[in-house]
């Protein structure tokens, strides 16, 4: 019997067999946590100092999004040109169509550089899933999602405190309501686990959830392909590159909606701290 091909080392581990197809005696090399794990391409991962490919994309997306902002508008122009004319519009997008509708446009303006930010840097982390050479979204790691929502947190505790005080902060987190009665002390305890724990964890979890299966299935169908091209199965390898262009488009709508729904959440967040305790 013919196995897929797997290192001793679990940090890199081959995607599937080039040479392995249905009816040729090895099972299915269907993808799992392994495809998640990359081998250093410098340093040693054992002393926990070291660099790898997803690192690598997100230094190599950060640099992309400064320098298509900054090439964009180091000229700007009164009757701008395409490059111009794209950052604008997805500047607006993100000002008009998320601050200001959420926070207001008073509030908010000094939000704006931040929430484009966020948005932009999320979803280029999202597209590295179908960038040719990459095919990988750096928010599948779960560290990269949870330090974004961690600066998020950490802003929305910090403007709490600031706008409403120590007491107005406390009835902000627990939802204090007088109106609630006997039912008031078990609503502040909820409501305090509820924003101050859970709150941080499903806005991280949310965005890497959606890019991890997104990745799997991609994966899935495409190996999948490979492997049914043989005898019968080419007539079921059509059927899974179908699907697998099918679920690259749809990946493509999730990673832009994913990047959606972060920012939007930021600024839920930023509005609740910033509005009155009533």
């Not at 859970?198 to 959830?209: D, E, I, N, Y």
């Not at 495409?222 to 488009?249: E, K, R």
Request: charged share 10%.
């Amino acid at each position: 019997m013919k196995e897929p091909a797997v290192s001793a080392d679990p940090t890199q581990v081959l995607a599937f067999e080039t040479d392995c197809h249905i009816f040729d005696g090895c099972g299915f090399p269907a993808p799992g946590l392994h495809s998640f794990l990359f081998e250093p391409l410098w340093g040693d991962a054992d002393s926990n100092l070291y660099f790898n490919k997803p690192m690598l994309l997100a230094l190599l997306g950060s640099i992309i999004i400064v320098g298509f902002f900054w090439a964009a508008f180091r000229k700007p122009k009164v009757v701008p040109g395409k490059l111009q004319m794209v950052a604008e519009t997805g500047y607006d997008f993100i000002r008009r169509g998320i601050v200001y509708e959420t926070i207001g446009k008073r509030e908010g303006e000094k939000y704006v550089p931040l929430i484009v930010s966020l948005f932009f840097f999320v979803w280029m982390m999202n597209l590295w899933s179908i960038i040719p050479v990459a095919q990988f979204p750096v928010t599948a790691i779960i560290a990269y999602p949870a330090v974004l929502a961690i600066i998020v947190y950490i802003l929305w505790v910090s403007l709490t405190f600031k706008r409403h005080g120590f007491v107005g902060a406390f009835k902000n987190f627990t939802g204090y309501d007088k109106s609630l009665g006997p039912v008031l002390p078990l609503a502040m305890i909820i409501e305090f686990f509820s924003n101050l724990l859970v709150r941080p964890f499903t806005h991280a979890v949310r965005l890497f959830a959606n890019m991890f299966a997104g990745h799997t299935l991609l994966l899935l169908f495409t190996i999948a392909s490979w492997y049914l091209l043989n005898g019968i199965g080419f007539a079921y390898a059509g059927v899974s590159f179908v699907m697998t262009i099918v679920m690259t488009a749809f990946e493509l709508f999730i990673q832009a909606l994913q990047a959606y729904v972060f920012v939007l959440l930021t600024c839920t967040y930023i509005q609740g701290a910033l509005a009155k305790h009533h």
